[in-house]
């Protein structure tokens, strides 16, 4: 459960900065975390499409699969309802 609390916190830093491109170094420092941590849920995350590595060792982005989940949400929720 840590392990999935710790992923999300990295997730969620791409929501406190204006930049949306952030290297390993500045999610390392943001997140509070060792390096061998954040490099192993980034590229967890990678993997799964939640994030995406812009080029070889450069900057993280959010990955295509948040497009998604918003377009499940989109279809299933009225803009009423919220």
Request: aromatic share 8%; glycine share 8%; net charge positive.
């Amino acid at each position: 459960m840590k392990s999935l609390i710790k992923a999300l916190n990295i997730l969620e830093i791409f929501l406190k900065v204006d930049d949306n491109e952030i290297r390993l170094s500045e999610l390392i420092k943001l997140s509070g975390l060792n390096k061998d941590t954040v490099h192993r849920i980034v590229s967890v995350l990678v993997e799964k499409g939640y994030l995406a590595q812009l080029e070889k060792r450069g900057k993280y982005s959010l990955g295509s699969k948040f497009f998604y989940f918003g377009g499940v949400v989109k279809q299933k929720v009225k803009t009423r309802d919220i």
